[in-house]
């Protein structure tokens, strides 16, 4: 199944170049239906003509963005780090409400 989704440019260009192999996201009722061997088309805000596809390898589900860093990280800085900037994103409401998912990427060249 193929999956559409909007990244700013810095994560947008951490994938094409390789640096980043795990995106984070809410578990909302659209990446509920993300499954590993799906492929998800990402599209580069704001004008979204840029484009990159990835396969899906491996999901990793949490019911918070600290518990999943501290599954997947082991410097407790970098886990402090990336938790206070998913809250630029996301509210502990919604991700009370949902859980988190990190879904583990490669590029399709």
């Known amino acids: 199944m193929l999956h559409k989704m909007k990244l700013r440019e810095k994560p947008f260009e951490d994938i094409k170049n390789?640096?980043?192999?795990v995106e984070f996201r809410l578990y909302d009722e659209k990446r509920q239906l993300i499954n590993i061997g799906d492929q998800i088309e990402f599209s580069k805000l704001p004008e979204l003509d840029e484009k990159i596809l990835v396969d899906v390898l491996d999901l990793y589900r949490e019911e918070s963005f600290e518990k999943l860093f501290r599954k997947l990280i082991d410097d407790e800085e970098e886990i402090i780090r990336k938790t206070n900037a998913m809250?630029?994103?996301y509210s502990d409401e919604e991700e009370k409400k949902y859980g988190v998912l990190g879904i583990k990427i490669s590029l399709i060249k």
């Not at 390789?18 to 192999?21: A, I, L, Q, V, W």
């Open 87 to 89: 809250k630029e994103y």
């Open 18 to 21: 390789g640096s980043k192999t």
